[in-house]
């Protein structure tokens, strides 16, 4: 029985014990209290480091036969070092696999640290607990950023939140500074630099009560995920897609369903699904094991 470790990121950490895919005892979190939200942008590099060797150390509780480690960070990961992470820029050229590889031997604990971005831990995990570890999985998650992940994890630039939709130049929101990019039209803070008199939470209400210039963003906004999501059909082939994140609320299963079919045309590729997945801490720890443990054995 394959016993690994998962660890997510983002406004806390998260971390956890899996057997067999399955989480086995409760999610551990850092700090404990969900209030004080910019608690790890606040730590140091090294510190950040030490807390997730802490946490790791405290699920591993002794056990030796820990066959992966899988860290998942927001951001740009390659070859286990962070390349870019807007939302913890102290990671930013952090080694973090070599790091914590000898500060968990250091502290009694010697197993394999695999470094993943979150996307593909959201990817590996909804896999996992739909039962879908057979086949190719796709999320799209929906926050500050876009993030696009893949399940079975393939080396390369999975950048699928960057995916170029429109050729429109006044298209410029997106936190890379790339134009047309689908971040700069669906992204959280992209959306809050195109409405600067509106929160995106009442875009999407106005919206529904037939405003305009909001209904026409609505619109966009669902144009230009079909557009991403049909661009990664025509490339990948048809399969499943998942979108989650904290913006699903504002997803319109319908229209971005009508968006699709009016994307795809070619027969073969027509054989794909889209589905809403509600966000979970328990998918990201899933998530980063199972990929931690797939890619340990690749
Ligand atoms: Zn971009």
Redesign the pocket.
Known sequence: MAKTIGVTMSQRIAAGLLHDHKLSGAIRFYPEDATHDDALVELPREALIEVICDQVIAIAHGAKDIAAVGIAVPGLVRAGVVLDSPNLPQLKGAHIQEQLTSLLRENGLNAPVTLLNDADCVAAGIAAKLGHLDRMVRVWTLGNGIGYGRYPFTPGVW?G??TVITLDAKETY?????RG????IMGHRAMRMRFLDMEPEEVFEAAKSGDERCLEFKKLWHRALAAATATSIHQAGPGKFYVTGFNLRFVDMPMLTDYMQQMVKMSPLQNYSVEPVHESDDVYVIGAGVAAEHTTSL
């Open positions: 950048e939140g960057h997106c936190g890379c500074g790339g990019h689908l971040e700069g």
